[in-house]
Nanobody, 125 residues
Protein backbone atom coordinates (compact mmCIF):
# COMPACT_ATOMS: atom_id res chain seq x y z
CA UNK A 1 0.00 0.00 0.00
CA UNK A 2 1.42 3.32 -1.10
CA UNK A 3 1.47 5.74 1.80
CA UNK A 4 2.96 9.18 2.45
CA UNK A 5 3.03 10.62 5.95
CA UNK A 6 3.92 14.23 6.69
CA UNK A 7 5.22 15.46 10.02
CA UNK A 8 6.97 18.44 11.54
CA UNK A 9 4.23 21.02 11.43
CA UNK A 10 3.20 23.15 14.37
CA UNK A 11 2.87 26.65 15.73
CA UNK A 12 5.83 28.89 15.01
CA UNK A 13 6.49 32.59 15.50
CA UNK A 14 7.06 34.90 12.54
CA UNK A 15 10.60 34.74 11.18
CA UNK A 16 11.01 31.27 12.64
CA UNK A 17 11.89 28.05 10.80
CA UNK A 18 10.43 24.58 10.39
CA UNK A 19 11.58 21.33 8.89
CA UNK A 20 8.79 19.21 7.45
CA UNK A 21 9.22 15.52 6.65
CA UNK A 22 7.45 13.27 4.19
CA UNK A 23 8.02 9.58 4.90
CA UNK A 24 7.02 6.99 2.34
CA UNK A 25 5.97 3.40 2.87
CA UNK A 26 4.80 0.70 0.52
CA UNK A 27 7.11 1.83 -2.24
CA UNK A 28 10.69 2.97 -2.83
CA UNK A 29 10.71 6.73 -2.91
CA UNK A 30 14.01 7.07 -4.76
CA UNK A 31 12.30 6.18 -8.05
CA UNK A 32 9.77 8.99 -7.77
CA UNK A 33 9.58 12.73 -7.79
CA UNK A 34 8.03 14.26 -4.68
CA UNK A 35 6.28 17.58 -4.40
CA UNK A 36 5.14 19.75 -1.52
CA UNK A 37 1.87 21.62 -1.62
CA UNK A 38 0.00 23.83 0.78
CA UNK A 39 -3.58 24.87 1.25
CA UNK A 40 -4.60 27.85 3.29
CA UNK A 41 -8.19 28.25 4.53
CA UNK A 42 -10.46 29.29 1.69
CA UNK A 43 -7.73 29.01 -0.92
CA UNK A 44 -6.76 26.58 -3.62
CA UNK A 45 -4.08 24.00 -2.96
CA UNK A 46 -0.85 25.34 -4.45
CA UNK A 47 2.39 23.61 -5.33
CA UNK A 48 5.43 25.09 -3.61
CA UNK A 49 8.29 22.75 -4.45
CA UNK A 50 9.26 19.50 -6.13
CA UNK A 51 12.36 17.32 -6.29
CA UNK A 52 13.07 14.96 -9.14
CA UNK A 53 14.38 11.44 -8.57
CA UNK A 54 16.21 11.35 -11.89
CA UNK A 55 18.81 14.03 -11.25
CA UNK A 56 17.76 15.55 -7.94
CA UNK A 57 16.71 18.74 -9.69
CA UNK A 58 14.58 21.01 -7.54
CA UNK A 59 11.76 23.37 -8.42
CA UNK A 60 10.15 26.14 -6.42
CA UNK A 61 7.15 28.38 -6.78
CA UNK A 62 8.17 32.02 -7.16
CA UNK A 63 6.40 32.85 -3.91
CA UNK A 64 8.74 30.69 -1.84
CA UNK A 65 12.09 30.91 -3.64
CA UNK A 66 14.91 31.73 -1.30
CA UNK A 67 13.01 30.63 1.82
CA UNK A 68 12.07 27.00 1.09
CA UNK A 69 14.55 24.17 0.53
CA UNK A 70 13.51 20.71 -0.58
CA UNK A 71 15.78 17.70 -0.15
CA UNK A 72 15.59 13.94 -0.06
CA UNK A 73 17.24 11.10 1.84
CA UNK A 74 16.65 7.95 -0.15
CA UNK A 75 18.19 5.78 2.57
CA UNK A 76 15.44 6.96 4.91
CA UNK A 77 12.79 6.97 2.17
CA UNK A 78 12.00 10.54 3.19
CA UNK A 79 11.74 13.96 1.58
CA UNK A 80 12.15 17.16 3.58
CA UNK A 81 11.01 20.74 3.24
CA UNK A 82 12.91 23.37 5.20
CA UNK A 83 11.06 26.64 5.61
CA UNK A 84 12.85 29.77 6.79
CA UNK A 85 11.69 33.27 7.71
CA UNK A 86 8.12 32.11 8.14
CA UNK A 87 5.38 34.70 7.92
CA UNK A 88 1.62 34.51 8.59
CA UNK A 89 0.95 34.00 4.86
CA UNK A 90 2.69 30.63 5.17
CA UNK A 91 -0.06 29.37 7.47
CA UNK A 92 -1.60 26.35 5.74
CA UNK A 93 -1.87 22.60 5.71
CA UNK A 94 1.22 21.27 3.98
CA UNK A 95 0.97 18.10 1.90
CA UNK A 96 3.51 15.95 0.11
CA UNK A 97 2.61 14.02 -3.00
CA UNK A 98 4.16 12.03 -5.79
CA UNK A 99 3.25 12.02 -9.46
CA UNK A 100 4.29 8.36 -9.58
CA UNK A 101 7.12 9.11 -12.01
CA UNK A 102 10.69 10.30 -11.71
CA UNK A 103 10.34 13.80 -13.11
CA UNK A 104 8.55 16.79 -11.58
CA UNK A 105 7.51 18.51 -14.84
CA UNK A 106 4.97 20.69 -13.08
CA UNK A 107 3.70 21.90 -9.72
CA UNK A 108 0.11 21.40 -10.82
CA UNK A 109 -1.73 19.31 -8.24
CA UNK A 110 -3.63 17.46 -10.97
CA UNK A 111 -0.39 15.78 -12.02
CA UNK A 112 0.21 14.22 -8.60
CA UNK A 113 -1.31 10.84 -7.86
CA UNK A 114 -0.55 9.87 -4.28
CA UNK A 115 -0.99 12.24 -1.34
CA UNK A 116 -0.27 12.37 2.35
CA UNK A 117 -2.79 13.50 4.93
CA UNK A 118 -1.11 16.84 5.56
CA UNK A 119 0.50 18.62 8.48
CA UNK A 120 -0.68 21.97 9.84
CA UNK A 121 1.71 24.91 9.92
CA UNK A 122 0.53 27.98 11.81
CA UNK A 123 2.59 31.13 11.92
CA UNK A 124 1.53 33.48 14.67
CA UNK A 125 2.96 35.54 17.49
Amino acid sequence: QVQLVESGGGLVQPRGSLNLSCAASGFTLDHYAVGWFRQAPGKEREGVSCISSIDGRTYYADSVKGRFTISRDNDKNTVYLQIHRLNPDDTAVYYCATPARGACRTLSKEEFEYWGQGTQVTVSS
